[in-house]
């Protein structure tokens, strides 16, 4: 099986990379920063890239991905969280950040792949429970994620030959959570004090740990109708 997978370098990302590369498939990491740990892994194969920078993308992911006519599974998994706040202290200016990492980094992926691989079975964006519960503090990061999983909605309809899905992979103990774990305690902001208290407990595994409950999810949605957001603790 041929996998690609954008933000290998830790986390989540990092975790399914290790997962896929154990069980004897093929996958294509593209990142940031390199990953020691997976290019120990002869089949392996990695693209430092910043996906942000749209243009840049397109040409290095095309030329990456030359001898490639399928992909059994494209994991969208790198994202970005600012920082913690009302939407209303956040400007515009941040806002485009998240958006243009999140969610128009991963349109013009998708465009890149689509107009070169001849074979796509599945595509899996990282969504998140944010996308869809409102949670105060959350603003840039809720709002992408929302347009994230919208995104994966019209390309489902555009592209019926490939299985959509945008999966929310529940708490996963990440760089982001270091963040969050730094704040002070807020009664306003709810949902960072459940998080603080789940960090280093069963509740938020580590990458790693919580990629063999994704990867299963990810073949249990392919019976589900395509384009939905699902949500891992759900499934």
């Known amino acids: 099986m041929n996998v690609l997978i954008t933000g290998i370098s830790s986390g989540l990302g990092e975790g399914l990379a290790l997962f896929y ?6 996958v294509y990491g593209i990142s940031r920063k390199h990953n020691p740990k997976l290019e120990t892994f002869s089949q392996f194969h990695f693209l430092a890239q910043d996906l942000s920078k749209f243009e840049e993308t397109a040409k290095e992911v095309s030329q990456f991905l030359q ?17 913690i706040k009302d939407l209303r202290d956040t400007d515009l200016n941040e806002i485009k ?9 991963n349109k013009q992926l998708i465009e890149t792949l689509f107009a070169q691989i001849d074979t796509i079975k599945q595509v899996v964006a990282i969504s998140s429970g944010a996308s869809v519960s409102g949670a105060r503090g959350w603003n840039a990061y809720s709002l992408s ?5 919208m995104l994966i909605n019209l390309y489902a309809n555009e592209l019926p030959k490939t299985h959509f899905c945008a999966l929310a992979p529940g708490l996963i103990d990440t760089g982001m959570q270091d963040y969050i774990y730094s704040l002070p305690d ?5 949902v960072v004090k459940r998080l603080k208290q789940a ?24 019976e ?6 699902q949500d891992v603790r759900k499934i």
């Open 21 to 26: 590369l154990q069980n004897g498939h093929t």
């Open 67 to 83: 001898p490639v006519n399928q992909l059994d599974l494209v994991v969208l998994n790198a994202g970005i969280l600012n920082e």
């Open 97 to 105: 950040q998240v958006m243009d990492v999140n969610v128009w980094a």
């Open 145 to 149: 994620k929302a347009t994230l999983n």
């Open 186 to 190: 807020e009664d306003k902001f709810p």
């Open 199 to 222: 960090k280093g407990t069963d509740l938020m595994p580590t990458g790693e740990k919580a990629a063999y409950k994704i990867a299963a999810a990810i073949e249990k949605v392919r």
């Open 224 to 229: 589900m109708e395509s384009g939905l957001f």
